[in-house]
């Protein structure tokens, strides 16, 4: 399986980077979210969602693991293909999507070329949960700090104690800010205080 594709941008449209990697040219489908992300760059990393149907293969190419998770939990849902997916994610950043799933703002999701009313409700109804328990993102994003083994040991006890990567997620920086260089028993003693 392909994890990423890091290489020479050939060529890039809002809907598709071509990228040469030893020699290869890789038609990789793309988000407007992704081209943004790339437009000033000579040289990308694109983190790959392989799509295969007996009938065709292609790839999808994300500027972060973050909107590639979100991108496999849309597809998860019944009724949403990649195609729909690529536009939502062409249509709304990740944290909007995430957002209006959240607050169950159907409108927002309808508003999306191709998402009915039904496939809207879908989303809404199967992400919700997933979305609050910290599913469609990239975990190893959530914290950006020098102390990583410490946060990531943290989070990992707190989860043991039943609490959601969502909510660690969410407490977890102001505590870092108040504390930038805690021990793991402090960080988890305050986040307790916290959660």
Known sequence: MIDYIKGQI????????????????????????????????????????????????????????????????????????????RMMLSSLTSDEIRQAILSENIARIKSVKGIGLKSAQRLVLELKDKIVKGAGTDNTAIFKSDNNAIVDEATTALVMLGFSKAAISKVMPSLLKDNPNPRVEDLIKAALKKL
Do not use: N
């Not at 990393?45 to 007996?54: D, K, L």
């Open 10 to 85: 050939i060529e890039l449209t809002p809907a598709e980077l071509i990228l040469e990697c030893g020699g290869i040219g890789y038609s990789i489908l793309i988000s407007l979210q992704t081209y943004e992300a790339l437009q000033l760059q000579t040289q990308a990393v694109a983190y790959i969602h392989h799509y295969i149907r007996e009938d065709e293969e292609l790839f999808f190419g994300f500027a972060t693991k973050d909107e590639r998770e979100l991108f496999r939990l849309l597809i998860g849902v019944s009724g949403i293909g990649v195609a729909s997916a």
